[in-house]
């Protein structure tokens, strides 16, 4: 079983800058796809951004630019540096495994991200 925690959330003022880190176990599958994923009050969790073993980046329109999504698969981290950032990014920020071959997600518990002055 996967195992996914996330850490680097915060308060920042907009036009700030914050690191979110996502820490997986080490019996995580090769072949997979990670990526991060936000849910604030009251919405549907949306995609952010994710990278694949292989690093490829694929972004969602409202962060292109501003969010950079990378791995170190020796150190079995995911990061998201957050640059740029507005009021609307506040979420609870997830960091979600997809192992390929078996189609399973795994999900961490999430890190708060906080945008205000």
């Known amino acids: 079983q996967v195992q996914l925690v996330e850490s680097g959330g915060g308060l920042v003022q907009p036009g700030g800058s914050l690191r979110l880190s996502c820490a997986a176990s080490?019996?995580?599958?090769?072949?997979?796809?990670m990526g991060w994923y936000r849910q604030a009050p009251g919405k549907q969790r949306e995609f952010v951004a994710l990278t694949t073993t292989g690093g490829t980046t694929n972004y969602a329109e409202s962060v292109k630019g501003r969010f950079t999504v990378s791995r170190d698969n020796d150190k079995n981290m995911l990061y998201l540096q957050m640059n740029s950032l507005k009021p609307e990014d506040t979420a609870t920020y997830y960091c979600?495994?997809?192992?390929?071959?078996?189609?399973?997600?795994?999900w961490g518990q999430g890190t708060q991200v906080t945008v205000s002055s």
């Open positions: 979600k495994l997809h192992n390929i071959r078996s189609g399973i997600d795994y």
């Open positions: 080490r019996r995580t599958p090769n072949i997979n796809t």
